[in-house]
């Protein structure tokens, strides 16, 4: 017989990655179709989380708890079936109080993507090569170019032809190695996603906890790891490198001394010494203390570089890592081997990339060229030099000079000091940023529209600030060194007196989702554009004094409700429960505006009207008298000589109550600077 057309043949839930499922309000399955059973053997009855795997059972529950509100898209699950993991992608939404979920089953091919990556990085070296030689040509031509200049000095024509072809091969080189930084650093960046997941897997795998392996089955893991490894080694080298063409490479200032970079060093060159090593590690301390205040894992990279390449290419004797003052506040390290050395015309090339020397040494133990060009770049980072000597057959000597000091530690210095005197003429504005570098260009960006920053790099800093000053706007990297900004985020949002602060997160994680859950006016994802960073800070800082508003009120309800209309408004608002606590706070506070009820448990609206008139402290203060009571004439006569709006309780609306307080506060000459700010960023 003919099967409907309306129904799903048989043989497609093997070819179907989906599973689809319905939970109530607590998380129990209610419903599981045909491929949800035969995927994770799910059953109605049972709970969602106990289908997850250990230690993810929390990100189940943040799912149905914000399905339950919500549409979600893209929530990656790891569901297991007889303790076999398996990672799904979520669509979920809210259905008669419970949560409908549909997930995708996501695929994990790693052998193919370590192919991918070798591939990639192959055609990288080749057209690296590729650029040297057409470099070298240049340089050729250009030889050839001023040879024919002296012998044809009567054929210009001819000259300056060859000139618009040097030009053209010049700009197509240029172009070339645009082309070349830019792939290697974008190409370095997605490589990074494939060899986490194959490093972590076959970490996996080669744990005797996760079920044994056969001897075959853990060496062919073991050859995996280690090119991975070895390719993670290759991309970082690379993101480095094209990092620092690009001048985008991130320090992170310390102040270290000397003893403990060299007692670090000596902890993670050792292993690389097998016992019984004909080669000693010697590492020799300078005889006074030396402290430093520079990058202490860039200055730890440059050292570990040279002693890694010293110790490839000595196979017997010694390697000598030694540090000692310099000229001008310098610091001298010398890492010193006793190997097979480097003949002279040799010295430059070696700091070239993808470059070697050949030899039967260098053969054995075989390198991708990028250490000692790497190794030069970070010195030259940190504002210093290396520099080599050798002869061949007698070792080498290579020599790091840097700053003891480096020169943004003072920069950041001058920073800091500025912000601790402000300038009543520029809207603070704080910034949370632990990159050095990041907040010499924030302070360059906002100088030019009117804000002076003030620079923090820790939350403990951002709060020691906000004690002595209230700024119009934050700026927030929730990664910072160390820890993160989520729980001072939250602190802000959820703190009556600071949950109205403009907070704008500028981050390179893409958490959008989750900055914008705990009260994150602005999500950004990092490098900032000057422009849109002024626009966007302008439209959302105010740079007027923030307004206070007292609501003097017996009853919990309406003032709960005259706070919702007012919420998200850049509003301070303070209560009191009666007439005489609403005299005594107006007077302490200095409100700028007070909603006052009719109505009152202790005294009178007159009374308080009164009250206040006779203080000079309180005498300017407007006031909005809201009240559900039928007013006498002569009462709403002299209520209306005696307040700045009569507004009806049981009428009023969000855009009334706005519209009257902006009245007001302008008719009082109170918040027109910020009114004028926000009329003209409106």
């Known amino acids: 017989m003919r099967q409907p057309a309306s129904a799903e043949p048989p043989f497609f839930d093997d070819l179907s990655r989906e599973v689809a499922l319905a939970c109530d309000a607590g998380g129990t399955l209610t419903w599981v179709d045909a491929r949800a059973r035969n995927l994770l053997a799910a059953e109605p009855g049972q709970p969602l989380r106990g289908l997850a795997a250990q230690g993810t059972e929390e990100k189940v529950d943040r799912l149905l708890v914000q399905a339950r509100d919500e549409k979600v898209e893209g929530w990656e699950l790891i569901l297991c079936r007889d303790h076999v993991p398996s990672t799904f992608a979520f669509r979920a939404r809210p259905h008669d109080g419970g949560v409908l979920l549909v997930g995708s089953l996501v695929p994990e091919d790693y052998g193919t993507a370590l192919e991918r990556v070798s591939t990639t990085l192959s055609e990288l070296s080749a057209l690296h090569r590729e650029t040297e030689r057409q470099q070298r040509e240049l340089k050729r031509r250009a030889e050839e170019l001023a040879r024919l200049n002296g012998e044809l000095e009567e054929s210009n024509r001819g000259v300056r032809s060859l000139h618009a072809a040097l030009d053209e091969k010049a700009e197509s080189l240029q172009l070339a190695a645009e082309i070349k930084s830019r792939v290697v650093a974008n190409v370095s960046h997605e490589f990074r996603t494939p060899l986490h997941s194959i490093l972590g897997l076959s970490k996996v795998l080669l744990n005797p906890i996760n079920g044994p392996l056969s001897g075959e089955q853990e060496k062919q893991v073991q050859f995996i790891r280690n090119s991975a490894e070895a390719l993670f080694e290759l991309v970082n080298d690379l993101l480095d490198l094209s990092k620092m063409e690009a001048g985008k490479t991130t320090l992170r200032h310390s102040r270290f001394v000397v003893r403990d970079v060299l007692s670090a060093l000596r902890g993670m060159m050792k292993p690389l010494l097998p016992p019984g090593s004909p080669v000693e590690l010697r590492l020799v301390e300078p005889d006074a203390p030396l402290e430093l205040e520079t ?49 002279p015309e040799h010295h430059e090339r070696i700091f070239e990339e993808f470059s070697q020397v050949e030899s039967p040494l260098q053969r054995k133990a075989k390198g991708t060229g990028l250490g000692l060009p790497l190794a030069r770049r970070l010195a030259e980072v940190l504002g210093g ?76 800093e951002a709060r020691r600030v906000l004690e002595r000053v209230r700024p119009a706007a934050m700026v927030l990297d929730v990664m910072l060194e160390g820890e993160t900004s989520w729980g001072f985020l939250a602190d802000m949002k959820n703190n009556e007196a600071t949950r109205d602060i403009p907070i704008l997160v500028v981050t390179v994680t893409d958490r959008e989702q989750k900055a914008r859950a705990l009260g994150a006016d602005e999500f950004w994802l990092k490098p900032v554009d000057e422009v849109r960073l002024q626009r966007k800070l302008q439209a959302m800082a105010r740079t007027g004094p923030v307004e206070r508003i007292l609501i ?12 919702q209309l007012l919420k998200d408004m850049p509003y301070v608002l303070q209560e009191a429960a009666g007439g005489k606590d609403g005299v005594r706070l107006a007077r302490e506070q200095s409100p700028h505006l007070i909603f006052l009820d009719f109505v009152l448990p202790d005294i009178t609206a007159f009374d308080v009207l009164d009250e206040l008139k006779a203080d000079p402290r309180t005498r300017d203060v407007p006031v909005i008298l809201h009240t559900s009571h039928e007013l006498k004439e ?17 009428t009023l609306s969000r855009e009334v109550a706005i519209t ?10 109170l918040g027109s600077q910020a009114l004028t700010e926000g009329s003209r960023r409106g």
């Open 634 to 650: 002569d009462e709403r006569t002299r209520l209306a000589k005696e307040t700045a709006a009569i507004l009806a309780k049981h």
């Open 295 to 343: 990058d202490e894992s860039r200055l730890s990279q440059v050292l570990r570089n040279l002693v890694s390449n010293a110790l490839k290419f000595t196979e017997s004797g010694h390697v000598t890592v030694s540090a000692a003052p310099g000229p001008r506040d310098t610091v001298i390290f010398t890492v010193q081997d006793t190997g097979i050395g480097i003949a």
């Open 385 to 460: 030099t290396l520099t080599v000597k050798s002869t061949l057959g007698q070792g080498a000597a290579f020599t790091v000079t840097i700053p003891r000091v480096h020169m943004e530690v003072a920069e950041m210095t001058g920073m800091t000091e500025r912000s601790e005197h402000l300038d009543p003429s520029r809207a603070p504005v704080l910034v949370l940023e632990d990159d050095r570098q990041t907040l010499f260009l924030y302070e360059k960006y906002l100088a030019r529209s009117g804000f002076q920053v003030l620079p923090v790099r820790s939350t403990d």
């Open 660 to 669: 009257r307080i902006r009245d007001a506060l302008s008719k009082a000459g």
């Open 552 to 563: 003097i009120d017996d009853d919990d309800v309406h003032r709960y409700l005259l706070k």
